[in-house]
């Protein structure tokens, strides 16, 4: 833009201004990540407005929606600015996430080192970015279109495709097992959240997956604990009762969705 826009001056109001915004600074690309990040996902209060349209099939009208979506995400901007002063001024309060956003930003536009350094092939380090970049975007299309099955890779579950205490405890479908050795060829499930962590954070977080999934759930699969083998899959969030049956949550509620206590009663919810 800075070298196709015209950089003719403009006054108006006593305010003089260019059409031409210049080289692109870093001010402009943290703007703009900060923008894309806050659209990549969908507010909390939406997940509330799916489940009661889609479970409870009660629609809020699209005012109410709006206004419970703001609220909720003024609440959290709120907060966050109230308390900058002890979770974002000190520098003992690092944010792993932002930090790798940081280092990004600062090696494009205030080193050259990350334009002129070559590597392999005499590559900079940028052109490397830019061609990594587009294989990750390219490579996408593979899992999620034309191979879904590259999502979830329960490759183990090929030995005893049948067996089913083997699938729950091996295949790595959603609301199916515990996916113990399964693969991932896509890089949205592998997610990366803990590769910028410190070591020992990494350690702890892999440490608690191997002794939760790996060692304590297949316990309590095989040996029957607590009954879980009578809620036929071996991870799931729907909610059941006693005896394996799934659980309908408009019998505890009122027609203006509102709990019912008289009807929670352990007689009451005798299936």
Known sequence: MARTLPTTKWTIGGHTFSLNPGPFNIKEHTLIG???????????AMYTLSVMDLMLKHRIDALGSMILIVTTQCLGYGMAGTLRKYLVY???????????????YNAMHNTDEFKNRKMIRGWSYMKYFWVFCGGMFLYQ?????????LIYFGWICWFKPFDYNFWALFSSMARGGAGILSLTFDWSQIGGNNMWMPLSTQLLSYGG?????????PIIWLNNIF???IFGRALTPSLYHMNGTAFNITTV???DFTLNEESTTPAAQSP
């Open 34 to 44: 900060v923008g894309v990040s806050a659209a990549a996902g969908p507010a909390y």
């Open 90 to 104: 000190p520098a003992e309060m690092v944010w792993w996430p932002t930090l790798v956003q940081v280092v990004f």
């Open 141 to 149: 299309f593979i899992p999620h279109f034309f191979a879904p099955m």
């Open 209 to 217: 997956i191997i002794l939760s999934y790996w060692i304590i759930f």
């Open 227 to 229: 009954d879980a083998k």
């Open 253 to 255: 509620l009122d027609k």
